[in-house]
Each structure stands twice: as C-alpha cells, then as structure tokens.
Nanobody, 131 residues
Framework: EVQLVESGGGLVHSGGSLTLSCAASGFTFDDYVIGWFRQAPGKEREGVSSINSGDGNTYYADSVKGRFTISSDNAAKTETVNLFMGNLKSEDTGVYYC??????????????????????WGQGTQVAVSS
C-alpha cells in the first residue's frame, strides 16, 4: 500500500524557514514524480514543486523560485522528499500536501504542476507564516 506522510509544518515568522518532509513508501515504481502542493483557506490548490525519480529534474512555481528547494533521499523501501522553504512570506501559509504520480515526468519548464496527474496524496501538514 502506497503511503505518503508529511511532516515538518508549523508556525514561523515572516522571513523564517521551514523544511517539510514527505516519507513515501509501499511502492516499487521505477518512474515517478513526487510533488508538493499547498492550499490556503479559500484558495485553490497550487502546485509548488516537484522532483522526478528518473532524471532528478525539479520544478518550482514562480512564486517560490529562489526561496524553496526540493530534494530527495532514496533509502531502502522509503523515499524521503524534503522541501526547504526559506524567506517565508505570509502568502506561503496553507496546508502542504505531497503527492505521487506514477509513470510521469514533469519538465522544469512546465507552465504549472497539474494535480490531476498525481495518483496518491498525503494527509497534509499545516504551515502558518506570521507577518
């Protein structure tokens, strides 16, 4: 059974940083993408960043480029994808979800990160940035 478990959320002051982690387990797919999405109250879900398993290519939404960094650590049976979030702003507040897309790749130059291609989702972790 595929499991995605997020951790690392919390309350931080504007300008601060947080690192979110997504522990992905229960699968043996060779080609996949793990992405991070966020949803603020009253707003649509937004694709933030992703990393491809095969080529390691990463994608960042314009709103987080230069501030967020995604990385992966593939250990036995579990892959951990971390999202370092620096220089946080109040508009970064929301619930952050990680998701897994099987047999997919996302290009770094993509116009966006489509949620529809992701097959599995975690429960989310809350990030609150106070101004």
């Amino acid at each position: 059974e595929v499991q995605l478990v997020e951790s690392g959320g919390g309350l931080v002051h504007s300008g601060g940083s947080l690192t979110l982690s997504c522990a992905a387990s229960g699968f043996t797919f060779d080609d996949y993408v793990i992405g991070w999405f966020r949803q603020a109250p009253g707003k649509e879900r937004e694709g933030v960043s992703s990393i491809n398993s095969g080529d390691g290519n990463t994608y960042y939404a314009d709103s987080v480029k230069g501030r967020f960094t995604i990385s992966s650590d593939n250990a036995a049976k579990t892959e951990t994808v971390n999202l370092f979030m620096g220089n946080l702003k109040s508009e970064d507040t929301g619930v952050y979800y990680c998701a897994l897309a099987v047999n997919k790749k996302v290009s770094p130059g993509s116009m966006g990160l489509p949620a529809v291609i992701f097959d599995y989702w975690g429960q989310g972790t809350q990030v609150a940035v106070s101004s």
